[in-house]
């Protein structure tokens, strides 16, 4: 087993939840697709993602990883491709099509495409209320649930840190992954640029269960 500190940021979440249930099939020969382009009508997404090089180690690190249940999972590369911009109820963009399908003017329209513009949706939740976290074009991470999809909480202050946090959590939750948290992830449940305790709590109880508190 590797000691904790020779582990990648990816590699310590990914510890963490598959010690927690969830399943994790290892990248295989995908190659990066771009959503396509859309209009005030369409779904559409700013490429900032693509300049995310944390973003971009981590969803090079599996094919899938889902929870136990697979109600709640993290995007992959391949569901950015044209299955994923199509007519599958839960693409990568499927809640801007939901905003967009509850929109009552082109005015409102608009400002869910702005939205969606600027943030990259990264992880979606059936569990309960429909929920995501998504990468704001400041490098951020956000999460967003219904009704109203486009108000959010910032979670992270990056991808970094998310995954710091996942690790940290994991490893007090389930022993099995207490060696997978780096210790700058450990100092304190709230790591630095991660949001206040009640929604870094409903967060984690997404990913690790209802029970999930440190």
Known sequence: MQHR???????????ALRAAGWRWVPRGAHEPVAPADGGVDEPSSEPCWQQNVALT???RSYDELASEDESVWFLAVADYGEHGAGSDAFAW?????LSLEGAVDADE????????????PIMLSVRGAYSYLALRDDGAVVFGEEPE?????TVAGSV?????SIAYWGSVITPEASQSASPASAASP???????PDSLRELMRLLFGEGARP
Not at 109 to 120: G, I, K, L, N, S
Request: glycine share 4%.
């Open 160 to 164: 970094e840190q998310l995954l710091e």
């Open 190 to 196: 709230a790591s630095p640029g991660i949001a206040g």
């Open 109 to 120: 329209r608009a400002a869910v495409t702005r939205f969606w513009a600027r943030h990259h």
């Open 57 to 59: 180690a981590w969803q």
């Open 5 to 15: 500190d020779e582990l990648t940021p990816q590699e310590a979440a990914i510890s």
């Open 149 to 153: 999809f486009e108000a959010t909480t």
């Open 93 to 97: 963009n499927a809640f801007e099509r």
